[in-house]
């Protein structure tokens, strides 16, 4: 099923709130990353577990306007990053909210608007891998409209995501390709 771009997530949540990132923001992402990484104990190594994406990365985004924050009052409790894989593919690289702040719908506001931002960009489709068997997951995101890409369609930036987590002890067979069609 597809969520209705628009939707008001926060209807219920006042202090909640997604913004574009701003450098200063990008401090506190690190511990936010570390701290949802602990939820995928068992499912990923933990060489995984201890990785940070590098505040370049993050500076480059932020210039880009592909890093999404989002804050309880104005504090950083969870983000989105997009990595553009080729000039017509976002990627959703990667999506975390502090497991304090779980389970109030910050997941599924932070994954909507980067739907909405392919959309509006008059991308295609946005894509993101993931793991099959973690509920919080596979079936989340294909409760958002994602659909799982055959591995025989993948396009080659794809496959070398795949390739890629491969290399750093991701099973592929663990790991599912997904799309969002925004059109």
């Given at each position: 099923m597809l969520l209705p771009l628009g939707y008001p997530y926060f209807s219920l949540l006042?202090?909640?709130?997604?913004?574009?990132?701003?450098?200063?923001h990008l401090h506190a992402l690190p511990a936010i990353e570390l701290a949802a990484a602990r939820l995928l104990e068992g499912h990923a190594p933990e060489s995984v577990l201890l990785e940070t994406t590098d505040l370049a990365t993050f500076a480059t985004a932020v210039n880009d306007g592909r890093l999404w924050i989002a804050l309880f009052e104005d504090v950083p409790v969870g983000f989105a990053l997009v990595r553009m894989l080729a000039d017509d593919l976002p990627h959703l690289e990667e999506m975390d909210v502090l497991p304090s702040h779980g389970r109030r719908g910050l997941g599924t506001a932070l994954v909507r608007t980067v739907c909405e931002w392919a959309s509006s960009s008059r991308y295609s489709m946005i894509?993101?891998?993931?793991?099959?068997?973690?509920?919080?997951?596979?079936?989340?995101?294909?409760?958002?409209?994602?659909?799982?890409?055959?591995?025989?369609?993948?396009?080659?930036?794809?496959?070398?995501?795949v390739s890629e987590e491969a290399t750093r002890g991701l099973s592929p067979e663990s790991r599912a390709v997904m799309a969002y069609p925004c059109a």
């Open positions: 006042p202090a909640y709130s997604i913004v574009v990132a701003q450098p200063r894509t993101l891998t993931t793991f099959r068997a973690v509920a919080f997951n596979f079936p989340f995101y294909a409760r958002m409209g994602f659909v799982e890409i055959p591995s025989h369609e993948l396009r080659p930036e794809l496959v070398a995501v």
